[in-house]
């Protein structure tokens, strides 16, 4: 089992509240369905910031290629018309 350490948060009075309700309902501490969210805060966090960096790269790399917003409008409008006709 991974060490563990306490931390102290603040919350507003009606999530505090939400939070007792979801323990009592699913028979789960409020301190275990805390550590879950922030546990799925960070790695949704972290995927986002390792794509972010990712496409940073990619975009100051000497191969990127750029296309146009316009170029990039009128391609998705097509598409959807091309969707909407069939």
């Given amino acids: 089992m991974e060490q563990t ?4 948060i603040r919350l507003p ?3 505090k509240n939400k939070l007792e ?5 699913t ?3 409020k301190a275990y ?7 799925e805060f960070v790695a949704t966090q972290e995927w986002q910031i ?3 960096q990712e496409a940073v790269k ?3 790399s000497p191969q990127a290629r750029f ?3 316009e170029v990039v409008v009128k391609k998705i409008k097509a598409r959807m018309a091309r969707r909407k006709g069939k």
């Fill in 33 to 39: 369905l805390a550590a879950k969210a922030i546990e």
């Fill in 21 to 25: 309700d979801l323990a009592q309902a």
């Fill in 13 to 15: 009075e009606t999530i």
């Fill in 50 to 52: 390792q794509a972010i």
């Fill in 58 to 60: 990619e975009a100051d």
């Fill in 5 to 8: 350490s306490t931390m102290t």
């Fill in 67 to 69: 296309i146009e917003h």
């Fill in 27 to 29: 028979d789960r501490s």
